[in-house]
């Protein structure tokens, strides 16, 4: 991996991510963002996705094969989860999602160069079926990341409404949640980001379910992951079911979002994470 004569650049994108993070923190507290600075926000964040999509690309998928962790997972899940906020904020009223994205994407970004994640398998990565999976599987949960984070703002936001926080008028944070569209919209984008995410986490669980043995190598192992995605799954299924049948909402619906992304996490990140940082072990499945 070389750029820029560089040998490794994996520390690029966190430290772009951070300098974006500065350049929006030096923008003039109450003013209204111009169409040039924001087409330049935009812009630059479609930049920094390249490079960091690439950066990943190139990390996971080597010459000896098909190399992961739970860092290279979450920064995965991160960039999915920053490339849909990108596209959809230019349909959507979706701003306010905008540093919680960047924060999360700089973090993740830079967890690889610290844990480099171990080789899985040399045969995966000429294995279409399993790319496949693959993609799907982290375009799932990236887009979920960010309805999760959605639910975190929408409970901020309630709870600032009802003075159950405490907040300086005229600052920052004051300012952000003014800019916040009314609670109303943001529960209506919410299940619109649970939608398309629930239909990739279907195509995801179940995929892997019928096609263990062609996708993994092996026939199928009710292991933790599987139960704790099998989990998610009926969570994310059951709220859905909830917001058709009783027009479930606000605090409950916002919980019901939460838990299921936990058990979601547990299930792509939590074992790798205990294999690899709390145990110092290498996963090999």
């Avoid at 004051?174 to 609670?183: G, N, S, V, Y």
């Avoid at 619109?192 to 892997?208: A, D, E, K, Q």
């Avoid at 299924?237 to 939460?258: D, E, F, P, Y």
Wanted: hydrophobic content about 60%.
């Amino acid at each position: 991996m070389d750029i820029l004569g560089y040998s490794s650049y994996g520390w690029l994108p966190c430290a772009l991510y951070l300098l974006l993070l500065v350049i929006l923190t030096l923008r003039t507290k109450g003013s209204t963002e111009s169409k040039l600075f924001s087409g330049f926000i935009q812009a630059a964040i479609f930049v920094i996705l390249l490079i960091h999509g690439v950066q990943l690309h190139n990390s996971v998928f080597t010459d000896q094969g098909f190399v992961f962790g739970f860092a290279q997972d979450l920064s995965l899940i991160a960039w999915v989860g920053l490339a849909f906020y990108w596209f959809q904020s230019w349909f959507l009223p979706i701003s306010s999602l905008r540093w919680l994205a960047l924060i999360f994407a700089m973090i993740c970004a830079f967890l690889p160069t610290v844990f480099p994640g171990a080789l899985i398998s040399p045969k995966a990565v000429s294995d279409p079926w399993f790319k496949a999976h693959f993609i799907v599987a982290t375009m799932a949960v990236g887009l979920l990341s960010l309805a999760a984070m959605h639910a975190m703002l929408m409970s901020i936001q309630d709870r600032a409404l009802h003075r159950q926080l405490a907040i300086i008028p005229n600052s920052r944070p004051a300012q952000w949640l003014e800019d916040l569209p009314p609670l109303m919209t943001m529960e209506s984008l919410l299940f619109n980001l649970l939608y398309v995410g629930f239909v990739l986490l279907s195509l995801t669980v179940f995929s892997g379910l019928l096609f263990s043995q062609t996708l993994f190598g092996r026939p199928l192992v009710f292991d933790h992951k599987t139960v704790f995605a099998l989990l998610s799954w009926i969570l994310f299924a059951g709220l859905l079911i909830a917001r058709w049948r009783v027009g479930l909402r606000g605090r409950m619906a916002v919980r019901w979002v939460l838990s299921a992304y936990t058990a979601l996490l547990l299930a792509y990140v939590g074992s790798r994470f205990v294999m690899e940082v709390i145990l110092q072990k290498s996963v090999n499945s």
